[in-house]
């Protein structure tokens, strides 16, 4: 079992920037892939980024250049640099672990971005 939980969510004018966190309850050097998915009203989840143990990333189309995913694993935490946010940026940022041919999800954070 992996228990994740997100922070750092909040309200942020187009081109700012946020850190999400996303703090797991095991040691993460186990756990193979960690990622970042978000969902918009109205849309589907829809991968952002993720990041293997080797630390290879990958990321959406939309947020290259933009979102910096990084692990921690020595406190355990994932996190999401997100800068030049833009509207089409809002949505709740979900993080993700795939371990033990499991999929484990966090509560979820929001984020705002106005224009």
């Known amino acids: 079992q992996v228990q994740l939980v997100e922070s750092g969510g909040g309200l942020v004018q187009a081109g700012g920037s946020l850190r999400l966190s996303c703090a797991a309850s095991?040691?993460?050097?186990?756990?193979?892939?960690m990622g970042w998915y978000r969902q918009a009203p109205g849309k589907q989840r829809e991968l952002v980024a993720r990041?293997?143990?080797?630390?290879?990333?990958n990321y959406a189309d939309s947020v290259k250049g933009r979102f910096t995913i990084s692990r921690n694993n020595a406190r355990n935490t994932v996190y999401l640099q997100m800068n030049s946010l833009k509207p089409e940026d809002t949505a709740i940022y979900y993080c993700?672990?795939?371990?033990?041919?499991?999929?484990?999800w966090g509560q979820g954070t929001q984020v705002t971005v106005s224009s």
């Open positions: 993700n672990a795939w371990w033990g041919g499991n999929d484990y």
């Open positions: 990041i293997t143990r080797a630390e290879t990333t």
């Open positions: 095991r040691n993460i050097f186990s756990i193979n892939i």
